[in-house]
């Protein structure tokens, strides 16, 4: 690997860090104002213009207060969990494609931090990692309400990761690729994979709620059964960094659902576009345009999920420990399986009837 | 016997295939969350905007004066007597020859003080005054106090100023809105704006 290469890749890493974090901490303030508007108040207004600096004030209070750990605690392990829930959320947005590539000086650019070949492999792994942050930091506090949202926590994502897995072969099984890069570039146009998989998709965004930790399935700090969930003996910024790194993943499953369901960075009448740009701007300064017009549109994509998922919380109350439990094991993971088959059967016998017709 | 004709007969039926699925009752959740959304928010912008409290709130105090300008206070103490939170206290004194045009009655309150940390704002002293003299304004507050020394208000923050006369003009809310359209188009300035729900 030569430098200029080692250079690129680190800006990139280094900017796709900097944007989630970005994302990330206005989701915050975005939550409290969707969750004013839905309750027909204002929300935040008094911090900058609009409450703008919110999250800034947010912060400054998490760290200004007494970083406690309880004496009983396990030292290490309790600052291990919140950086462990940090770690794994910052890590899966490595491979998320967030537009095609710029050209700089003869140079293809992919606005990706890493383009593997297993991107999807890599994501449900760290992802997967995520409960070790909630555990690790549960049982470390020494607490029983603690240890009882961790085991929740834990068993509830064990239990989605499954079904979403599964809802993931059907896409797999279409792309027959698992780079993101590769899924994302096969959705080209209006070619999206929402009008093929519509049953697995309402199966994926479910889990994700799951797996985030949001309402309806947000257990793990369900205050009035638990106390404060994993996170009760948690204050200062290692609380802020659990609630943080919840956003994070809000933000970085919006991201793999607009990918792997919404086409990514494409949209209706880009190649139009992007003929267009090319004519008037030449092939490089056009090619980039085009670039930064789709990955505009991949962020507005990602950011209405990211409403999609406050808008969704303001709306639901939480299920009960054993109705999501029903609904996990026996409804979505049936429901998958189901779509799997069905897929399977159209990959097979549909998709040569409908190629064929459309030559 | 029926209380209200809002009750619903419980039933135990079991649900159907739609109301299993939750989806269709998700998605008119989301309808209603959304219409709530974009309509109109509630919140009045408290410092900025005041919401009108009616006539009959009883705000700061005031020692009014009569239409000649002269103090109304006869310095009887009927209102600190009153007071069941002892927060009036005054010194009498006699109005001497010159003097008629700023005293109405021969008696006056040379000093008249009020403390804000005690008056627990009851109107005793309002009703108790036999000279109409003493008033809780309904659209003052006290401000707020950061020293001790700005606890007891003296004459110089209670009495009547003759060029922004007290009145209790709006007694309803429409009123209020007619008063607060003569101050939009620049008619009267002694109002302060204010929400009226």
Same mark, same amino acid.
């Given at each position: 690997m030569d430098l200029v290469e080692f250079l690129v890749k680190t800006v990139t890493i280094v900017a796709v860090f900097g944007l989630t974090l970005l994302i990330a901490m206005y989701s915050t303030w975005a939550e409290r104002k969707v969750a004013g508007f839905i309750q027909d108040r204002s929300g935040p207004n008094r911090a900058g213009w609009g409450g703008l600096l919110q999250p800034l004030a947010d912060a400054g209070k998490m760290f200004f207060k007494e970083d406690f750990i309880p004496a009983l605690a396990n030292k290490w392990l309790f600052i291990a969990g919140p950086s462990l829930a940090m770690l794994t959320a910052l890590l899966?947005?490595?491979?998320?494609?967030?537009?095609?590539?710029?050209?700089?000086?003869? /140079?293809?650019?992919?606005? @990706?931090?890493?383009?593997?070949?297993?991107?999807?492999?890599?994501?449900?792994?760290?992802?997967?990692?995520?409960?070790?942050? %909630?555990m690790v930091g549960g049982w470390a506090s020494n607490n029983k309400f603690s240890l009882l949202g961790a085991i929740r926590a834990a068993s509830q994502n064990i239990s989605y990761e499954v079904a979403m897995g599964l809802s993931l072969i059907a896409i797999l099984m279409m792309s027959s690729s698992l780079s993101l890069g590769e899924?994302?570039? @096969? @959705? /080209?146009?209006?070619?999206?994979?929402?009008?093929?998989?519509?049953?697995?998709? %309402?199966?994926?965004?479910?889990?994700?709620?799951?797996?985030?930790?949001?309402?309806?399935?947000?257990?793990?700090?369900?205050?009035?059964?638990?106390?404060g969930g994993y996170h009760t003996e948690y204050g200062s910024m290692k609380l802020g960094f659990y609630l943080f790194a919840e956003y994070i993943n809000m933000f970085i499953s919006s991201a793999i659902i607009s990918v792997l369901y919404f086409g990514g960075y494409n949209y209706p009448g880009m190649d139009f576009v992007y003929a267009q740009l090319v004519k008037s701007f030449?092939?490089?300064?056009? /090619?980039?345009?085009?670039? &930064?017009?789709?990955?505009a549109v991949f962020f507005g994509k990602a950011l209405f999920f990211v409403f999609f998922y406050m808008w969704v919380r303001w709306t639901i109350p939480r299920f009960r420990y054993d109705q999501l439990m029903n609904l996990g094991w026996k409804k979505l993971i049936p429901l998958a399986i189901f779509n799997i088959i069905i897929t399977g059967a159209a990959v097979l016998f549909l998709k040569p009837v409908i190629t064929a017709w459309l030559n | 016997m029926q209380l209200t004709n809002r009750s619903k007969q419980v039933s135990n039926k079991e649900m159907t295939l739609a109301e299993r699925a939750y989806l269709p009752a998700i998605a008119t959740g989301l309808a209603i969350t959304i219409k709530h959304f974009f309509s109109k928010k509630v919140t009045i912008q408290y410092p900025e905007v005041k919401r009108y409290l009616g006539p009959v709130f009883r705000g700061r105090h005031i020692l009014k004066r009569d239409a000649e300008g002269r103090e109304r206070c006869t310095a009887c103490g009927l209102c600190a007597v009153a007071c069941p939170a002892e927060a009036i206290s005054m010194v009498a004194a006699e109005r001497v020859k010159g003097e008629e045009n700023l005293y109405r009655e021969e008696k006056y309150a040379a000093v008249y003080e009020v403390n804000m940390l005690r008056c627990i704002f009851c109107g005793l002293c309002e009703e108790a005054c036999p000279k109409q003299a003493?008033?809780?304004?309904?659209?003052?507050?006290?401000?707020?106090?950061?020293?001790?020394? @700005?606890? %007891?208000?003296?004459?110089?923050?209670?009495?009547?100023?003759?060029?922004?006369?007290?009145?209790?003009?709006?007694?309803?809310?429409?009123?209020?809105?007619? &008063?607060?359209?003569?101050?939009?188009?620049?008619?009267?300035?002694?109002?302060?704006?204010?929400a009226i729900p």
């Open positions: 899966a947005s490595a491979v998320i494609p967030f537009g095609s590539t710029f050209r700089i000086a003869g /140079h293809e650019v992919a606005l @990706q931090g890493v383009e593997s070949n297993i991107g999807i492999l890599y994501v449900f792994g760290v992802v997967a990692l995520g409960v070790y942050g %909630i899924i994302v570039a @096969q @959705q /080209h146009g209006m070619n999206w994979n929402i009008f093929y998989q519509p049953l697995g998709f %309402i199966i994926f965004i479910t889990c994700s709620f799951a797996e985030c930790n949001r309402v309806p399935f947000d257990l793990p700090e369900c205050e009035t059964e638990l106390v030449g092939p490089d300064l056009g /090619h980039n345009i085009a670039t &930064l017009i789709g990955t | 003493v008033y809780l304004r309904h659209d003052e507050f006290v401000p707020v106090f950061t020293e001790r020394d @700005q606890v %007891i208000w003296g004459k110089d923050l209670l009495v009547e100023d003759m060029n922004n006369r007290y009145t209790r003009e709006a007694w309803t809310k429409e009123e209020a809105r007619a &008063l607060d359209a003569k101050r939009a188009s620049g008619e009267v300035t002694n109002v302060v704006p204010r």
